[in-house]
């Protein structure tokens, strides 16, 4: 089953402009981690946001993270054509013996008008 | 290239046929996880292992499903008598047993079953 929900579903917006998706999770967590997903390919890891921080940011990237909410944003800025894409954040569930499996959201189709 | 691969990229199957896939993770990784994603949708976690221990199986992996990671390296993921419901993208992830918490994905295995 589905962690969470992501808003908007999907999003197109023009080259240069930035891009805000939102996610939501229902349980506790140690870290949240966002994915990108080009399409029909496999998941590329973005970035990650431990439960302590409040925000990161990594190039054009800048993820914030509110656990009294349980929920989190990830802003890409000056949006190039190349971001078009799926993306999705990623909740971890525990498994066993430090494991960890991912519970992903539904996404946000991100398109990216040049 | 050292990262995850999976075999075949596609698979065109009719239904109540068999089908096998599999995954080479990343050489050092000892953990491996697999994941199936339907359209639309986040990827949904189905199994775990540990080397060659399998520790973790979903109640989505049916008794249809079968996996294996026999020397601890590759795994394969087994699916019998084919359902139109098992047409997916399914994922192959690793990652290394200290400090994991990203998961580095294969390309996936397209699945349709006609």
């Known amino acids: 089953s589905q962690q969470g929900e992501e808003d908007p579903q999907a999003l197109s917006i023009q080259e240069g402009e930035n891009a805000t998706m939102n996610c939501s999770y229902k349980?506790?967590?140690?870290?949240l981690q966002w994915y990108r997903q080009n399409s029909g390919r496999g998941l590329v890891h973005l970035i990650l946001?431990?439960?302590?921080?409040r925000e990161k940011h990594s190039g054009r990237l800048r993820v914030t993270l509110d656990t009294s909410k349980k929920s989190s944003s990830l802003l890409i800025t000056a949006s190039r054509a190349a971001d078009t894409a799926s993306y999705f954040c990623?909740?971890?569930?525990?498994?066993?013996?430090?494991?960890?499996?991912?519970?992903f959201g539904q996404g946000t189709r991100l398109t990216i008008n040049p | 290239d050292t990262g995850v691969s999976q075999d075949p990229r596609h698979k065109i199957t009719k239904r109540g046929q068999n089908v096998t896939f599999r995954c080479d993770p990343i050489?050092?990784?000892?953990?491996l996880y697999w994941y199936r994603q339907t359209l639309g949708q986040g990827p949904e976690f189905l199994t775990y292992?540990?080397?060659?221990?399998?520790?973790?199986k979903s109640r989505l992996l049916s008794d249809r499903f079968s996996a294996e990671r026999p020397k601890g390296s590759f795994s394969t993921l087994e699916i019998q008598r084919t359902e139109q419901g098992d047409s997916a993208m399914y994922l192959c992830?690793?990652?290394?047993?200290?400090?994991?918490?990203?998961?580095?994905f294969g390309p996936g295995t397209r699945l349709t079953v006609t």
């Open positions: 990623a909740t971890d569930a525990f498994i066993i013996q430090g494991a960890q499996k991912l519970v």
């Open positions: 349980t506790s967590i140690n870290n």
């Open positions: 946001i431990r439960s302590n921080e």
């Open positions: 050489s050092e990784h000892n953990r």
């Open positions: 292992f540990q080397n060659e221990a399998q520790l973790e």
């Open positions: 992830a690793s990652n290394p047993a200290v400090e994991a918490d990203e998961q580095y």
